[in-house]
């Protein structure tokens, strides 16, 4: 039982990708209610359910309290456009790392959609600059956008980290709605960090 419905977007893409492996650690943005966090943690066996395999680590951020889960850690509100949940989420994080950032956030609706899309891009852009932060080479992002004017940004940021970006409208995802997701995979790390 997920939380959410937003859930069956995510295995959707991870069915197809094998983004989630065991013993991968994951970063969960707006992660409230909790469902993509349960995805998270049986993909990468966080609660040791399946004692075969590594054991992953999960942790979710939002700005809403998210109830506890078995196999997450969740920092409750918190805004991850702020640097200081950056530097918390990397003291959480095992080695200060992470295989997969994940973002679901999405800003409360204003009824304006350009304004909408715009705030949206903003915390898409800051996200990716805590995955800069914390990816491992080779690591993964999935992040919910709102097609718009501005999304090339948040695009060609992610084209120069990661080898591999591509768009994907899950079908669990309204046709009608302007939602799609970014997956950038292999994740060029900047010898300089
Ligand atoms: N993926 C979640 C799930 O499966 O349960 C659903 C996420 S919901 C569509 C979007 C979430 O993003 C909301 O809970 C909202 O509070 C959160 N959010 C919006 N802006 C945020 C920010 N700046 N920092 C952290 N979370 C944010």
């Not at 995510?10 to 209610?33: F, H, N, R």
């Not at 966080?46 to 196999?71: H, K, Q, W, Y």
Request: with cysteine; proline share 4%.
């Amino acid at each position: 039982n997920y939380r959410c419905r937003s859930a069956f977007k995510l295995l959707e893409i991870d069915d197809k990708y094998k983004i989630l492996k065991p013993g991968c650690s994951v970063i969960d943005c707006g992660a409230a209610p909790g469902a993509w966090s349960q995805v998270a943690v049986q993909r990468v066996n966080s609660a040791g359910t399946n004692a075969e395999f590594p054991i992953g680590f999960v942790v979710g951020v939002d700005l809403l309290r998210i109830a506890p889960l078995d196999g997450a850690h969740f920092l409750s509100f918190c805004d991850v456009t702020d640097q200081t949940t950056h530097t918390q989420l990397q003291e959480l994080l095992p080695k200060a790392q992470a295989d997969v950032v994940l973002s679901d956030m999405a800003p409360n609706a204003s009824g304006f959609r350009e304004l909408d899309h715009e705030r949206l891009v903003t915390m898409c852009l800051s996200m990716v600059d805590l995955a800069e932060r914390v990816l491992k080479p080779d690591g993964s992002l999935i992040c919910k956008y709102w097609d718009g004017g501005l999304a090339h940004q948040v695009q060609s940021r992610l084209a120069h980290a990661f080898r591999d970006v591509r768009i994907v409208k899950p079908k669990a995802s309204r046709k009608e709605s302007a939602e799609l997701y970014f997956l950038a995979r292999f994740f060029k790390k900047n010898k300089a960090v």
